[in-house]
């Protein structure tokens, strides 16, 4: 399954007990209090995880979201240990963990995305278009596609399970799901950190459209941000000069193989089409400019 010798599809590491593989992470348990996640090179399109992977995807994807976690840590804690993945793992496994993994701390997951939006696009696009809002919050009437929103909104999401599509809620639905003080709390947090974020890739020449934050309580039930964060799987990034509103700007992440999924006849079911050595080879030199862009850093082998 390798494009070169250091893609790693899946992970297979015999030194510690697998727990789960997501679409895109592999985690492991280290004792009982932390977690090893790999971040591996599959890609998942329209809820698909595709059979060929995307060259340096994993470790762009986490040494993406380490910079952010850097970045925002006075804003709320994260999961983060500090521990070197390479030192708990056998000496043959190195190399499957090497540059696209983190050693955090296992927490209670909170079962709602944190969403938040400042530019209207995706399926806030669609639900705007239907209905004046996104996520029950009214809008402006008259917006157009890519327009940026005068204050960024929160719009959770239910997390659904492997392969199925989350589900956009109403805040008052989060607050159902997880508590009013916790729910406010997050959407506190969430626009926060955003608001940061932005103004940071906004002096690197790209806007941050849209994104994505998971939390999670420790067993003190303090709250902290965990997963991964403002990656180019969990955001938007649209380069500042090619953006216009009433379009739909090119982003860096899956684009390219979107844009070519929908090209062909395919019903956005499993299997997943073959992607063509050209639409993955432009996948991963986007997911390599993104993180160039944002963080001033090559990648790190």
Known sequence: MSAHPDTVYESSLHSLPLLGR????????????????????????????????????GKVLN???????????????????????????????????RGRSMVVKRLRPIL?????????????WKDYQATGSICG????????????????IFTPAAKADLGEHDENIPF???????????????????????????????????IIAD???????????????????LTADSSRFWPVDQYRPGLSPPSFDKQFVRDYLESIDWDKRPPAPTLPPEVVRRTADKYREALTRITGRALVD
């Not at 729910?183 to 950190?193: D, T, V």
């Open 22 to 57: 997501g679409k895109v992470r592999d985690n492991y348990a280290v004792g009982d209090d932390r977690l090893l996640i790999v971040t591996t090179d599959r890609l998942s399109a329209f809820d698909v995880v595709l059979a060929e992977p995307i060259p340096d995807k």
């Open 63 to 97: 040494q993406m979201a380490l910079f952010w976690f850097e970045q925002l840590a006075d804003v709320v804690p994260n999961h983060l240990t500090g521990v070197d993945p390479e030192s708990i793992v056998a000496p043959d496994e190195r190399a499957q963990v």
């Open 112 to 124: 709602v995305e944190a969403v938040v939006r400042g530019y209207v696009i995706g399926s806030g």
């Open 137 to 152: 919050i009214r809008l402006p009437a008259g917006l157009v596609q890519a327009q940026q929103l005068a204050e960024p």
């Open 172 to 206: 008052d639905d989060m607050v159902a799901r997880i508590g009013g003080e916790l729910a406010e709390r997050i959407r506190e947090i969430s626009l926060q950190l955003y608001r940061r974020a932005a103004q940071f890739a906004a002096t690197r020449g790209i």
């Open 211 to 229: 994104t994505k934050f998971e939390f999670g309580l420790d067993s003190r039930d303090r709250l902290h941000l965990m997963d991964e964060v």
